[in-house]
């Protein structure tokens, strides 16, 4: 979300930019970092190969076939008719919150980061470090509308006697939605994949964000864990607030359903990451995204899909980190 309103803003005002927000040619896929005077090693090992399947997307496939007979076998996609959530505010002042969520990432980008952004800063080809700046900062102001948003929440929640679970039972079946949601979603990516390796004839790329190619090519210094915690901290708070507590919120008050409101909200989800994220990968986004609206739907409470979103975010990290050093050390052996 965030960088496809830095690249719109910048598409006007060419003041700042990030990495992962630019339409051209990505990198190859990821390369670790090269020891001594060797030169950066690609890690073969996280690209896939055209018209075939490995035998992880085979274990996935046989994980993803459990989780969906364990969701439809006991009945789990059942939700409430009717929105077990106090209403915090009408459908018109969603679509403010909506809007304003946006204007602030772009007021971030556009006046605020540049006050903090190198001297060298180039906006066709910024620095890792500018790049993080840049995010924060939009994530800075973001954070307000957010609080606004929370008081909003919170003064309903005190008014109603809508029945939901508590915030550690939420956080805790978010953790098991994820368990649920993380095998299907990454068996729809290698189906979609294989797919696309099929019609175009060329490999794709298993890490399918561009956040995490950039950072697997830097040293782990201070601006990586900067990242890192816009990343798994701030990210998912701001995105499920604009995505579940925001856009699918103001669905349901507008008298759709949960499951049109769900799947609605989940394909504009992963069509707003179209800038950073590989094409066969759009598809299992909104997979994830469908897991993230159910159980908000299910708990009633925004910290389920919080907690599901950032231990997703913090999981693909942590293997992504361990892919590439298991890699550069297989490249040192003789």
């Not at 979300?1 to 040619?25: C, H, K």
Request: glycine share 6%.
């Amino acid at each position: 979300m965030y960088a496809v309103v830095v690249w719109a803003a910048l598409a006007v005002v060419p003041v700042g930019s990030t990495a992962w927000a630019q339409d051209e040619p990505a990198a190859p896929v990821i390369a670790a970092p090269p020891a001594g005077d060797q030169p950066p090693v690609e890690t073969a090992v996280l690209r896939g190969e055209a018209g075939r399947f490995t035998v992880a997307d085979a274990v996935m496939l046989g994980l993803a076939a459990l989780s969906l007979g364990i969701f439809f076998g006991a009945r789990l996609w059942r939700l409430p008719r009717h929105s077990n959530r106090p209403e915090a505010f009408p459908p018109v002042v969603g679509v403010a919150l909506y809007i304003a969520i946006y204007l602030a990432a772009i007021l971030g980008a556009l006046f605020i980061a540049p006050a903090f952004v190198s001297e060298s800063f180039d906006a066709a080809d910024p620095a890792f470090q500018d790049s993080v700046i840049v995010q924060a900062c939009a994530y800075l102001l973001q954070c307000l509308v957010a609080i606004v948003f929370f008081v909003l929440v919170l003064r309903a929640a005190t008014q109603s006697t809508e029945q939901r679970s508590r915030l550690w039972v939420a956080g805790m079946l978010g953790g098991a939605a994820l368990l649920l949601t993380w095998p299907v979603s990454q068996a729809v990516a290698a189906a979609a994949g294989f797919v696309q390796t099929l019609l175009t004839d060329e490999p794709i790329r298993i890490l399918a964000h561009e956040t995490l190619r950039e950072m697997l090519e830097r040293p782990a210094d201070g601006w990586f864990f900067a990242q890192a915690v816009l990343v798994i901290v701030f990210a998912p708070v701001l995105e499920e607030v604009l995505y579940r507590g925001i856009f699918q919120e103001t669905l349901r008050r507008l008298g759709l359903g949960a499951w049109p409101a769900i799947l609605g909200t989940s394909i504009f989800f992963a069509a707003m990451h179209w800038t950073v994220v590989e094409i066969h990968a759009l598809v299992s986004l909104a997979v994830l995204s469908i897991g993230f609206g159910w159980i908000y739907e299910k708990t009633g409470r925004l910290t389920a899909p919080i907690v599901m979103h950032a231990l997703f975010n913090a999981g693909n990290l942590g293997i992504a980190m361990l892919a590439s050093q298991t890699t550069s050390a297989a490249a040192l052996l003789p």
